[in-house]
């Protein structure tokens, strides 16, 4: 099956620094890529869709200046965490739209302390 | 709320037995999926039901869909302590297209 990977697995930063996570579509391409953020025993949230060569939409509550999407190939997508605090403190997946369904990174653990 | 409903929400069942999972969803969505989830680790898929199917099966994993109670169950039988993980429903909602999940069931299977 299709593969996703994301880099870093886990990340720790200070408060106030930015972190970037990206997320790639290994061996097939993806226009568009979704960023989900998942708080610890809860289930997936959307947070953004990420359109190669345009902007990403962002869900409702999304701060787009504090969660910079960028989706610059058809095989990468990078989340900017900006100006990080300890309330970021998440798991963030991306998925990658493949032929027939969406395919999951393994996700990033951002730990802001 | 984009989520769907998930119950229960933790089930804890010994090696052997059945584990039933259900997931009920509030808006139109398309073709249910279940997916797995290690602690701490990404998603995998586990069966995907069309919207026109009523029960399907794969492996040790029997799943129904019945989209006039929207809702939809995911069985497994002959449990193993491997088993133990989260599961998530998710829909692809028929008004934006984006895939929403339900709030997950977390199963411990004890050896």
């Known amino acids: 099956g299709a593969v996703v990977s994301q880099h870093p697995s886990r990340v720790i930063c200070k408060s106030g620094t930015s972190v970037k996570i990206e997320c790639r579509s290994l061996?097939?391409?993806?226009?568009?890529m979704f960023w989900y953020r998942q708080f610890p025993k809860k289930s997936l949230m959307l947070m953004a869709t990420?359109?190669?060569?345009?902007?990403?939409?962002?869900e409702q509550g999304v701060e787009k200046d504090k969660f910079l999407i960028n989706h610059a190939s058809l095989t990468l997508s990078t989340l900017t965490v900006t100006s990080a605090h300890p309330e970021d403190s998440s798991f963030y997946i991306c998925?990658?739209?493949?032929?027939?369904?969406?395919?999951f990174g393994p996700g990033t653990r951002l730990t802001v302390t | 709320s984009q989520q769907g409903e998930e119950d229960p929400q933790a089930l804890s069942i010994q090696e052997g037995e059945n584990a039933t999972m259900n997931c009920s969803y509030k808006?139109?969505?398309?073709?249910l999926q279940w997916y797995r989830q290690n602690s701490g680790r990404g998603l995998v898929h586990l069966i995907l039901?069309?919207?026109?199917?009523r029960e399907k099966h794969s492996g040790r994993l029997r799943v129904t869909l019945d989209t006039s109670k929207k809702s939809s169950s995911l069985l497994i039988t002959a449990s193993r302590a491997a088993d133990t993980a989260s599961y998530f429903c998710?829909?692809?909602?028929?008004?934006?297209?984006?895939?929403?999940f339900g709030q997950g069931t977390t199963l411990q299977v004890k050896p």
């Open positions: 061996d097939f391409q993806a226009t568009t």
């Open positions: 039901i069309r919207s026109n199917e």
């Open positions: 808006t139109s969505i398309n073709n």
């Open positions: 990420s359109n190669e060569g345009s902007k990403a939409t962002y």
């Open positions: 998925s990658a739209s493949g032929a027939r369904e969406q395919y």
């Open positions: 998710a829909g692809y909602s028929s008004n934006t297209g984006k895939l929403i």
